[in-house]
């Protein structure tokens, strides 16, 4: 039985990976070469189907798509030799910093998740739904968290859109923009502060449109208003007041797209409802097994049913100094109304690895830091003073409070890894995919293993560590590219 790569450049980490998958999931140990991986006797086709990193399999000239190849290929999406499709069925829906590739998220279900199907999967910090929606493909119950209101829609879209009859999604795209086309509304409202504050960052004929689109989306799509509300929102950003580019906020300098706003909602709606038709041409319609809730982790779930409920977990946890997440979607969350936007800045300070600090508030917690008061693993706090002795006054606000900062995520880490201790089953996999970090304090760079600490906070509160893994990150080209995390590592622990 021969095994045949997809037709793209591998991370040697994504064929560590694939060999390893092989040995799971066959019981065999495979033969390796550039070309193909051969088997010393042959596997059950089911098996070999759920493979993430190959294209084909079979014998003696006749070759089977994995699920994987046909998934990557469906509605005919162009192949390049650089780098895998990583957008298949519902994954682009809506764009989202910061998470990570679906196909590392299936190779790890099928490496550390249990033989017996179907599954439970936990993603405690779901983001965009990367984890729950390959789950669901491989047929598998799937829960995630996630504190941003945000990404909990959107997660639940894609969700939504797996099961959804796309015959019945493409009758009301026809009739939403057919109804947007034919509008001569114009949108009125009390001023209120949502409608102001949309005003100050949209020409005022765009914002006609979206709030044309969200009326009638409310209207005529029923249950399934949430995929064409993500879909339209993936837009608003460039045809914003915003630099698109931009993670921060800043007006916009570069020229506005030439095609129109309503003609780019229109070709989003086809393109996601050809992608659609073309998964479930592979999948089939998948039954309802995925749920997103807006929930903090740190705190303990409210939902006892869920405890020890979980075979895994599989997670890409915010980084020791995250990105803005909030602020980036800060567009969306108040045209969708799911946050004011006077109380964006303070969800932004509750985030996970957030950079916002006020002073008042660091000085406890260089307290805390100085005295361990939360108890954290002696390596960790050495650390972290280590960077706040470091410092100088040459070093503004922002360093000043980096030492801290890192304590504090290592804290709010460590709650996160008791909380879902308690949700997983004895034996259960955590696999978390975590960026390593750097600083410049007093004028020297500190490079630091963010993975290697993490676990040794988690190993502090109970967990067995299992493996730690070095991955190689995806080179970034984009106007962030500086501050760019290009390396990370698999940690995984177990209960």
């Not at 979206?210 to 209207?219: G, N």
């Not at 995925?290 to 740190?298: Q, W």
């Not at 890409?316 to 969306?332: E, K, M, N, V």
Request: proline share 5%; charged share 20%; hydrophobic share 40%.
């Amino acid at each position: 039985m021969k095994l045949y790569w997809h037709p793209y450049k591998y991370f040697p980490y994504e064929k560590e990976l694939a060999v390893r998958e092989v040995q799971q999931l066959t019981g065999q140990t495979p033969e390796t070469t550039n070309d193909v991986v051969s088997l010393p006797e042959s596997a059950q086709a089911d098996t070999l189907r759920k493979l993430a990193y190959f294209s084909y399999f079979g014998e003696e000239g006749v070759l089977v798509p994995t699920t994987q190849r046909l998934l990557e290929t469906a509605n005919d999406k162009p192949r390049t030799s650089r780098r895998q499709v990583t957008r298949y069925s519902s994954h682009g829906l809506h764009e989202y910093k910061g998470k990570f590739n679906p196909q590392v998220v299936r190779s790890l279900l099928n490496i550390f998740g249990p033989s017996r199907q179907p599954i439970q999967v936990l993603d405690p910090f779901c983001g965009s739904g990367t984890t729950l929606v390959e789950a669901v493909h491989a047929g598998n119950q799937a829960f995630g968290f996630d504190i941003n209101p945000m990404a909990v829609f959107i997660s639940t879209a894609k969700l939504q859109a797996l099961s959804a009859d796309s015959d019945l999604l493409t009758q009301y795209a026809t009739i939403i923009i057919a109804r947007c086309r034919a509008s001569d509304w114009l949108i009125t409202t009390d001023e209120d502060e949502r409608y102001a504050y949309l005003m100050n960052w949209f020409p005022a004929t765009i914002l006609v449109q979206m709030e044309t689109l969200r009326h009638v989306i409310a209207e005529q799509a029923q249950d399934s208003a949430a995929i064409f509300l993500v879909l339209v929102s993936n837009l608003l950003r460039d045809y914003s007041l915003q630099e698109p580019a931009d993670l921060r906020i800043r007006r916009r300098s570069s020229p506005f797209p030439t095609t129109s706003f309503l003609d780019a909602v229109e070709q989003s709606f086809h393109r996601f409802l050809c992608e659609l038709r073309a998964t479930q041409a592979v999948l089939g319609r998948m039954p309802s097994i995925g749920r997103a809730m807006l929930h903090d982790i740190r705190q303990t779930v409210p939902n006892h049913e869920l405890i020890e409920s979980f075979d895994i977990a599989v997670t890409s946890p915010p980084y020791a100094t995250a990105l803005p997440y909030i602020d980036t979607q800060r567009l969306s969350l108040v045209w969708l109304g799911l946050s004011q936007a006077k109380a964006i800045n303070s969800l932004e300070e509750t985030l996970i690895g957030s950079r916002e600090f006020r002073k008042s508030v660091q000085k406890q917690w260089i307290d805390r830091m100085q005295n361990n008061i939360d108890d954290l693993p002696a390596p960790v706090v050495d650390f972290c003073n280590q960077l706040q002795n470091a410092l100088t006054n040459q070093d503004g606000f922002r360093r000043q409070a980096v030492p801290t900062l890192l304590y504090r995520y290592f804290v709010d880490m460590k709650q996160v890894f008791v909380n879902v201790h308690g949700l997983l089953k004895q034996n259960g996999k955590f696999c978390l995919v975590v960026g390593h970090n750097q600083t410049t304090i007093g004028g020297v760079k500190y490079s630091f293993d963010t993975p290697a600490l993490l676990e040794q906070v988690a190993i502090s509160v109970g967990w067995k560590a299992f493996e730690l893994t070095q991955l190689q990150a995806y080179q970034r080209f984009s106007l962030h590219s500086q501050n760019a995390i290009n390396q990370e590592s698999l940690i995984v622990l177990m209960k």
